[in-house]
């Protein structure tokens, strides 16, 4: 009896032994199978984190793929329009000219004729003054009274300039040469009404845009231009545009090239300043045509390597104004920059 129940006891022993290595695998088991939970959390928020993250970037390149769209689209358009207006500008030239040459040789006849109205009103005038003035001649005197009639009949040919002649005089008058802009960046007008409106002392942006509707007729009728074409391409408002930009851009109102090959301003760039500037030139980007074929992950590395007060700068628009500038879009550029605040599309 004893032998059994002592076996009986190393059973139990043995089973309870087994029974407790069994409560710990489960409790290992369970310790595993949380790790495996939390781990698979955490990689289920790395994921969504990195599909909204894909999210992010692919409207970014979606946004972007639509606004190189536009700006194409809006290149052709403007293209198309430039080839139009030119085409239209060498007709209207042609017949703006035409037209003022008939209306100078006609205001040159209406000189003439009055010219001539005068000469013979003063010479009416003078031959009743020696009418008058026979009766009290001597006979001496009356022998030279033709001598003396021919003289002051000739007197008025020798008259250079008449009374209010303002045409004869300003032809007289030596004036010093005004800075002049270029009239011809107004789409309208062409080298000839250029010069048609230096003599008439217009020489600056600033002057056509303080024109009234009195002045734009005046204009019209001096020049010999069509009435209400002035009006119709809106010169007073190009010339506005083009004096701001004047004064904002002077550079941008010259022929292309005018950047140094060594270097240009890169604060025309929505989101660059002096001090950017001077950061993308140390790292070797001088010009407009550099920082266009410079991508954004390397404007933001330089931009990074400054430290924080640069990180926080988004460059991703940067490329792109500056292509524009380069190519001399400027009115494509400054629609663009509306868009942006601080470089950024808000």
């Known amino acids: ?161 008449e009374p209010g002649n303002k045409d004869v005089l300003r032809e007289k008058i030596v004036f010093e040469t005004p800075t002049k802009d270029d009239l011809s960046l107004i789409k309208g007008v062409g080298p000839f009404l250029e010069q048609k409106l230096n003599q008439l002392g217009i020489y600056t942006f600033d002057q056509v845009s303080q024109w009234d509707q009195a002045e734009i007729e005046r204009v019209t009728h001096e020049i010999g231009y069509f009435s209400g074409r002035i009006e119709k391409d809106d010169w007073v408002g190009q010339a506005r545009r083009l004096l701001q930009l004047k004064q904002e851009h002077p550079w941008a109102l010259q022929p292309l090239g005018i950047q140094s090959t060594d270097t240009a301003d890169l604060k025309i760039v929505e989101g660059i300043g002096p001090k950017i500037e001077a950061l993308l030139k140390e790292a070797g980007i001088n010009t407009w045509d550099e920082l266009a074929d410079t991508s954004a992950d390397r404007l933001q590395d330089i931009l990074a390597a400054a430290g924080e007060t640069f990180r926080i700068h988004d460059p991703t628009s940067w490329p792109m104004q500056a292509q524009m500038a380069a190519n001399g879009q400027w009115d494509l550029l400054r629609e663009y920059q509306e868009e942006l605040k601080g470089g950024r599309i808000v």
């Open 1 to 161: 009896m004893r032998e059994q129940l002592a076996l009986k006891e190393a059973d139990m022993k043995r089973v309870e032994l087994e029974t407790a290595e069994l409560h710990d695998k489960i409790a290992r088991h369970e310790e595993e199978k949380s790790k495996l939970y939390y781990e698979i959390h955490q990689l289920n928020a790395v994921v969504e984190s990195q599909q909204s993250t894909a999210k992010e970037f692919q409207a970014i390149i979606d946004t972007l793929e639509t606004q190189l769209s536009a700006a194409q689209t809006s290149q052709q358009e403007l293209q198309q329009t430039l080839e139009e207006e030119e085409k239209e500008e060498a007709g209207v030239e042609e017949l703006a000219a035409m037209q003022s040459f008939y209306n100078a040789s006609r205001m040159r006849m209406d000189a003439i004729e009055e010219k001539l109205r005068l000469l013979e009103s003063e010479n009416s005038a003078l031959r009743q003054s020696l009418d008058e003035l026979k009766p009290l001649s001597t006979p001496q005197t009356t022998a030279a009274a033709p001598m003396i009639a021919f003289s002051l009949e000739e007197e008025p040919e020798e008259v250079i300039f």
